[in-house]
């Protein structure tokens, strides 16, 4: 009901997962909000650290594996030890929330794990042209993704590495160097608070900003495999 609501945006389980992973905090940060209303602190988070080694949040995978063991601990219980038989009456229902629980709770140890982070910014693709200006020649490329940092391009760079540029993309211009060669594509990082700006605006405000369309079941599982194992 949620997904048709949702028109294909909402993928329910992985909403679960989310809210299944902040649940003990949040309970935790509303009793404690009930016992003393004033006086509480709000701490921030740290957002977008690097991160060069796998990182796994035992608190978490434990507290997920322990429910996890739990309900497949109760399957076991009814399946094979009790003496009415394993479905009966409304066992269905409770059967149906098992496996699903047990689904849930399997992303949400998957989520407790992730691979080295050696980007700041999320990079989205892209496949948009531009234009690079370097003195009084121009170069047309296509975009292969991009941030609010740094841009990667099809093809080979037509200068070295730490080389500035101009950036046109659809009616923005940004300053840039090229930072990166590789095979059959470069990289490019933005100079400059003011070229960042507008790497902002244009990544938020033109059509890479637009909500998700519809979210496919297969590209998000591909995206929660990626995590652990890159």
């Known amino acids: ?32 909000g009930l016992l003393q209303p004033k006086g509480q602190k709000f701490k921030v988070m740290p957002k977008g650290r690097l991160r060069e080694r796998l990182s796994i949040r035992w608190r978490l995978l434990t507290r997920f594996s322990l429910l996890q063991l739990c309900t497949l601990g109760g399957l076991i219980v009814s399946f094979l030890m009790s003496e009415t038989g394993p479905i009966e009456d409304t066992g269905v229902v409770c059967l149906w ?17 992730e691979q080295p982070r050696y980007r700041e910014d999320e990079r989205q693709f892209s496949g948009e042209p531009a234009m690079l200006f370097i003195g009084n020649d121009s170069y047309d490329f296509d975009v292969l993704d991009h941030s609010t940092g740094g841009l990667r391009l099809r093809g080979i760079a037509p200068a070295s590495i730490g080389t500035r540029v101009i950036v046109r993309l659809d009616r923005v211009q940004i300053e840039a160097s090229i930072v990166r060669q590789g095979t059959g594509d470069f990289g490019l990082q933005v100079e400059g ?38």
């Open 97 to 113: 929330w098992s496996w699903y629980n047990i689904g849930v709770l399997a992303l949400a140890c998957v989520v407790c794990i």
């Open 1 to 32: 009901m949620t997904a048709w609501l949702g028109e294909g945006r909402l993928l329910p389980i992985m909403s679960d997962v989310g809210q299944i992973l902040v649940a003990a905090e949040i309970i935790g940060t509303v009793i404690a």
């Open 193 to 230: 608070d003011r070229a960042r700006n507008e790497m902002i605006r244009h990544f938020y405000s033109s059509h890479h900003g637009d909500g998700a369309l519809k979210v496919r079941a297969w590209q998000v599982a591909g995206a929660v495999m990626r995590r652990v194992f890159g």
